[in-house]
């Protein structure tokens, strides 16, 4: 059902709800609280970002987190130029100052220290302290920090701590029911419901290995990039081993499984 606001804005990103997780971001957003993410790779967690920011009429700042991320590549640093030393902001600083969602894709895989400079951000201060300038930011009503991680990849060494999940109201992403990932095929690439239809059966029973073989499940991303390919021309064998088979391993034995399995389930 289209809302007053999605009329209002035509150049919403593509996005189909799953449950009710439009109207907990609202909520939160209204609220001023925080919001976790923890889903799958590919199940539309930045999509949705993407598309409650357009929604909401806000900037959005995307940080894709990796070991070697630092609280200053967050925060920002002392740059120098040509007239000198400048100070120059970092994505989470940006995001404060003008009232922006400030989304951390895979936070799990920062640094442990990194996420420090979250904390007061993340209570009732909702502040910003920047050492290294002296500045102490408040965040604006606009401001909201969502974070995001795969709980698959979760480990000892690489787990969000209990007291820092505990600063984020949450929600639980997971792959489409089969009706809905073909809504979304359909939506996003324009191919016709009997193609959807099977290609979210391949993709079912690729996820069926999942935990067996692989190591990642199919993901509706490489089901967008199939079904692309194929209303592009492409052969639809080739474009499963190319967009589906060839990215969820690496191991010639796996490959050739996972094509028995296209051969079964999508072979003419």
Known sequence: MTTALETNLPDLP????????????????????????KGPTGCGKTRFINYMAARLGRPVYTVSCHDDLTAAD??????????GTFWSDGPLTRAVREGAICYLDEVVEARKDTTVVLHPLTDDRRILPIERTGEILQAPPEFMLVVSYNPGYQNLLKGMKPSTRQRFVAARFDFPSPELEQEILIGETGIDAP????????????????????????????????????????????????AMVEPLTDD????KALMEVV???FGV
């Open 74 to 83: 967050l925060v920002g640093r002392h740059l120098i130029g040509e007239e």
């Open 195 to 242: 193609l959807a239809k099977r290609l979210v059966n391949l993709a079912n029973a690729l996820r069926s290995l999942k935990d067996h073989d692989l190591e990642e499940a199919a993901s509706t991303r490489l089901l967008v990039y199939t079904a692309m390919l194929i209303k592009g021309g492409y052969a639809p064998l080739e474009a499963c081993r190319a």
């Open 263 to 265: 051969d079964v389930t």
């Open 14 to 37: 593509f996005y189909k709800p799953q449950n009710d997780e439009v109207a907990l971001f609202e909520h939160a957003y209204k609220h001023q609280l925080p919001m976790l993410i």
């Open 252 to 255: 010639d034995e796996t490959t």
